[in-house]
């Protein structure tokens, strides 16, 4: 079955430690997009691809770094100097890249900071 | 700056009646407005979209009803369903800004027996 998948479900670091939260899509897509999502706020953008080896900061990127080596992999890296960083991360991906259109989903990754 | 207010948090609907939940926006370069719909344990997966070329669309039981000079829009979901019960999400983007959606905080609706 096409998709997109997070992983991991849930993560614990420590502070100081940096955690890459992985997302894999086979749906062919060009464009993918990580976001943020904290109690009572909307999805924040955080960064995008719109083809490979290449990609955007969004509205909140500092403390986050990304690539884009390959067309269906976009992992996101939160690094120690994220000051928040316990949140819930949705990574989406696009096969309109440029254009409006559908985008999809993976179920997201839960990370706690202790 | 929150650019899609959305309303209300939570809904109760019986079944057989109309959910209604309605979303802002505030950037008028806007021209692209999907919902989305979560249920428990999945991914968000699109339900339907408009564009401001026209004030409503309809999909089946579901409708987008939207006002461009109010910079408004809503969806209607006629005949409700307790399969209907999921958590609703507005969304907007505009042409050319690289699909980037803006979501609402999401609206979780039940529909009950």
């Known amino acids: 079955d096409g998709g997109i998948t997070q992983s991991p479900k849930y993560l614990f670091r420590k502070e100081g430690q940096n955690v890459t939260l992985s997302c894999e899509q086979n749906?062919?897509?060009?464009?993918m997009y990580w976001y943020r999502q904290d109690p009572g706020q909307g999805l924040r953008l955080i960064y995008y691809?719109?083809?490979?080896?290449?990609?955007q900061k969004g509205d909140i990127a500092e403390g986050y770094s990304v690539s884009r080596e390959k067309k269906e992999s976009f992992p996101l890296t939160v690094t120690s100097a994220q000051k928040n960083p316990t949140a819930f991360y949705l990574c989406?991906?696009?096969?309109?890249?440029?254009?409006?259109?559908?985008?999809?989903f993976g179920e997201g990754s839960r990370l706690t900071v202790l | 700056q929150q650019q899609v207010k959305q309303s209300p948090q939570s809904l109760i609907v019986q079944k057989g009646g109309i959910s209604i939940i309605n979303c802002a926006y505030e950037?008028?370069?806007?021209?692209?407005f999907p919902w989305y719909q979560q249920f428990p344990g999945k991914g968000r997966a699109l339900l339907i979209a408009?564009?401001?070329?026209?004030s409503e669309k309809k999909e089946g039981r579901f409708t987008i009803s939207f006002n461009k000079s109010a910079k408004q829009f809503s969806l209607h979901i006629m005949d409700s369903q307790p399969g209907d019960s999921a958590t609703y999400f507005c969304?907007?983007?505009?042409?050319?800004?690289?699909?980037?959606?803006?979501f609402g905080t999401g609206t979780q609706l039940k529909v009950e027996l």
């Open positions: 969304a907007a983007t505009y042409t050319g800004g690289g699909n980037k959606l803006t």
């Open positions: 989406a991906s696009s096969g309109l890249a440029g254009n409006t259109g559908e985008l999809f």
């Open positions: 950037n008028t370069a806007f021209d692209y």
């Open positions: 408009i564009r401001p070329d026209v």
């Open positions: 691809s719109q083809i490979v080896n290449d990609f």
């Open positions: 749906l062919n897509h060009d464009a």
